[in-house]
Structure formats: structure tokens, C-alpha cells
């Protein structure tokens, strides 16, 4: 998912942009209004994350003329401004959702997971796996993995029938070797009865039978 965050506060700009890209989102840095209008004349995002109070035109004034310009991107609204008059302008400008300052970051994930991605389970056999928050179910039971064997799990189930490198499983490891490597296949093959094939020298693939 591509987010621009906007947001002034250099130490909160890059705390918030470290826990994002943490869940894995691709996030882009705008500063001020100049930033905004060139990151998105040349780019599209999944979300907006705009921060209100700014040196110049502030985060209300550019949300509406993106919106001007027919620009439709959810935006959500950082801001201790919560004000009726406030959320009423916001609103106005084009805005989809406000969080409060101060804020806990897992709460803007926990919005953005809930409202803004859409939560299409995946199926294999018979386990049904939901990529956002990671859960796996097989036969309606919840399977709890270790980091490690998730993280795999993850990149094989959303890249069935296709190769994935040892490169990329190797970073998932804490001591990336092939030794390692295929211990932890082998137990994520006993554990979830998976049909995951070598490709010697390349990679594995978990087959979609």
C-alpha cells in the first residue's frame, strides 16, 4: 500500500514513517504544500496522511485542491484540531477520517488496516489465511506460528505457483543460511501439511494443487 505522509514535525515525521514501513507500507515524505503538489503530480497512493497545522497553505487547503483537481485518495487527518468548526472544514476539504494528537501509532495501523485495505482471505487446501493481519486458520482453528515461520508462510501462500528465491527467504532468518533455510521449510510443511518444492539453486515454490 502507497501512503504520502505529510507531516512537519521532522521527529514525528520519521518515527511515523519507520512503524509504518515496519507493517510493511511503501511511504513517501511530503513536508509542506510544494512537496504534496509535486510527489502527486508525478505518483498515486493508496491513502493520504496529512498533517494539519503547517507553515503555509495547511493541510486543509491542499487536501482541497487535490480534490479540485479530481484527485480521490483517502486522506486521513492527523491534527489536535477536533473542534466541530474543524472537522466540519476538514470534512469539507475532502477528508475521510481525523485521529487526535497525541497519538499511538498502532492506532493510525489499526485504522488503516480496518478501513482503507481490503481483507480478501486467501485459501489453500484447507487453510484460510487473512494477509493483513496474518492469521492463519486450518479446519476454523487459529494456528499460531513463530516470526519466522509467518514471515515465510507469508511470501509463499501470496506467491503460489511461482518461485520464491532463497535470497528472499533468507532474510527472514536470524542466521540466513541453507542449512537453516530447510529446517524451517520442513517445519512449516509438517505443521500446515503444505506442498513446497525445491528448486535447486534458486528458490522453492509452494505448489497450488
Known amino acids: 500500500m502507497k501512503i504520502l ?73 492527523t491534527t489536535a484540531l477536533v473542534d466541530i468548526t474543524s472537522m466540519t472544514i476538514g470534512f469539507n476539504a475532502g477528508a475521510d477520517d481525523y485521529i487526535k494528537k497525541p497519538f499511538d501509532p498502532e492506532e493510525l495501523v489499526l485504522r488503516i488496516k480496518s478501513r482503507y485495505i481490503k481483507n480478501d482471505n486467501l485459501i489453500y487446501k484447507d487453510i484460510v489465511y487473512n494477509p493483513v493481519t496474518k492469521e492463519v486458520f486450518q479446519n476454523n482453528k487459529l494456528l499460531i506460528l513463530s516470526n519466522i515461520l509467518s514471515n515465510i508462510f507469508h511470501l509463499f501462500i501470496i ?17 540466513p543460511n541453507q542449512n537453516a533455510l530447510r529446517v524451517n521449510i520442513s517445519k512449516l510443511k509438517t505443521k500446515l501439511n503444505l506442498d513446497i518444492k525445491n528448486i535447486r539453486g534458486v528458490g522453492y515454490i509452494l505448489e497450488d494443487l
Not at 506467491?159 to 533468507?170: A, C, G, M, P, Q
Open 159 to 175: 506467491n503460489r505457483d511461482k518461485i520464491v528465491s532463497n535470497e528472499i527467504l533468507f532474510e527472514q532468518l536470524e542466521q
Open 5 to 77: 505522509l505529510l507531516e512537519d514535525d521532522l521527529i514525528l515525521h520519521e518515527s511515523l514513517k519507520i512503524y509504518l514501513e515496519m507493517e510493511e507500507f511503501n511511504i513517501s515524505s511530503a513536508f509542506n504544500a510544494q512537496d504534496v503538489y509535486d510527489i502527486t503530480f508525478e505518483n498515486s497512493f493508496d491513502l493520504y496522511i496529512f498533517d494539519v497545522n503547517l507553515v503555509g497553505e495547511n493541510g486543509f487547503e491542499i487536501l482541497k485542491s487535490l480534490r479540485e483537481s479530481g484527485d480521490t485518495t483517502p486522506a486521513i487527518y
